[in-house]
C-alpha cells in the first residue's frame, strides 16, 4: 500500500513538471519563430496583412541594334568609326578613293537602322574624331612639298572636317605621328624638319615648340598637364615638353633603344603604356 502511495505521489509530482516543460518549450519555440535580425526585411506572415515579397523583375536591356551600310562604302576597309552618340560614321567609299561621312538616320523603333553617305572627300584620311562629334581631323594624301627642292620629310595638308564634309586647312605636318591635346585645341605633330610642332585646332595656325630638343620622331602624346611627351634615342630619355615654353623636364628610361608606336594612356592621362625596344644580355 506504502508502495502504491509513492508511486502515485511521484506521478503526482511529475505531472507539473512536464507541464513546466511543455509549456517553456512552446514559449520557446514561439519566441524563436517571434525573433528575425533587425536589418532583415519583414516576413509576410509577421506583418498584419502582409503578403509574400515578390523578387524583383529583371529589367531587359536595350534591344541590339545594326547599321545598314550604304551601298557605295566599303566593307573590307575596317568598320567605319562612330562620333561620340553614334550618329555620324566615317568609312571608305566602295572604290577606297575617298572618305565616307555617313549619317544614321535615327529610327527609336527600328533594330536596323540605315544610313547614308552625306560626303566623299577624295584623296583624305582620318585622324580622328573631334570629341563633341561634331567634326574630325583628317590629312590629305598628296605630298604637298614634293617640288620645293628641299631635302625635307613629305608633308601634307591637315584639316577639320564638319558633318557636311566641308573642310578648313589647319596647317601642314609630316604625320608620321600625331597626337590630339586632352582638351582638343592642340594637334601635335612634326614639320619637315623632324621638329616638333603643334598646330591649332581652332585654325590659328602652326607653332614650333621652341624648347624641344630634337631626336627621334617619336611622339608619346600628352600627359595630364598638357606637355607633350616624346622620346630622343639619343639619351634614351622621354622628354617632356611643355608647349607654354616652361622648363623640359627629363624622364630616364633605363636599358631601352627605342620607345614609340602604339601608346596607351589612362583616362586622367597621368600614365602611359607604351611598346619600347631594350637592350637585355641577350641582345636586343
Not at 27 to 48: C, F, K, M, N
Not at 82 to 96: E, F, H, I, K, Q
Not at 191 to 209: A, E, K, N, P, Y
Request: net charge neutral; proline share 7%; with cysteine.
Amino acid at each position: 500500500m506504502e508502495g502504491r502511495a509513492s508511486a502515485v505521489l511521484r506521478v503526482v509530482v511529475a505531472l507539473p513538471l512536464a507541464c513546466v516543460l511543455i509549456v517553456g518549450a512552446l514559449w520557446l519555440g514561439q519566441s524563436l519563430r517571434a525573433y528575425r535580425d533587425p536589418a532583415a526585411s519583414p516576413a509576410a506572415s509577421q506583418e498584419p496583412g502582409g503578403q509574400a515579397a515578390a523578387s524583383p523583375t529583371p529589367q531587359p536591356g536595350p534591344p541590339m541594334r545594326s547599321i545598314d551600310l550604304p551601298a557605295d562604302v566599303a566593307r573590307n576597309a575596317g568598320a567605319p568609326v562612330p562620333n561620340a552618340d553614334g550618329s555620324y560614321l566615317v568609312g571608305r567609299t566602295a572604290d577606297y578613293k575617298s572618305l565616307a561621312v555617313i549619317r544614321v538616320i535615327a529610327d527609336r523603333d527600328a533594330l536596323n537602322l540605315r544610313s547614308e553617305v552625306v560626303a566623299a572627300l577624295p584623296d583624305t584620311a582620318f585622324l580622328g574624331w573631334m570629341p563633341d562629334g561634331k567634326s574630325f581631323i583628317a590629312r590629305g594624301n598628296t605630298v604637298v612639298n614634293a617640288a620645293s627642292g628641299k631635302a625635307q620629310m613629305k608633308l601634307n595638308d591637315v584639316f577639320r572636317v564638319d558633318l557636311a564634309g566641308q573642310r578648313t586647312k589647319l596647317g601642314e605636318a609630316w604625320l608620321v605621328s600625331a597626337s590630339l591635346s586632352p582638351d582638343a585645341r592642340l594637334l601635335a605633330a612634326f614639320d619637315g624638319d623632324m621638329r616638333l610642332i603643334v598646330i591649332r585646332i581652332d585654325g590659328g595656325g602652326t607653332q614650333l615648340v621652341a624648347n624641344d630638343q630634337g631626336g627621334a620622331p617619336s611622339l608619346l602624346g600628352w600627359d595630364g598637364s598638357g606637355a607633350i611627351l616624346r622620346f630622343d634615342e639619343r639619351g634614351a630619355t622621354v622628354h617632356r615638353i611643355p608647349t607654354a615654353g616652361a622648363a623640359l623636364t627629363d624622364l630616364p628610361v633605363n636599358g631601352a633603344r627605342y620607345i614609340g608606336g602604339i601608346t596607351r594612356w589612362s583616362p586622367d592621362h597621368r600614365a602611359a603604356l607604351v611598346s619600347a625596344t631594350v637592350t637585355t644580355s641577350a641582345g636586343v
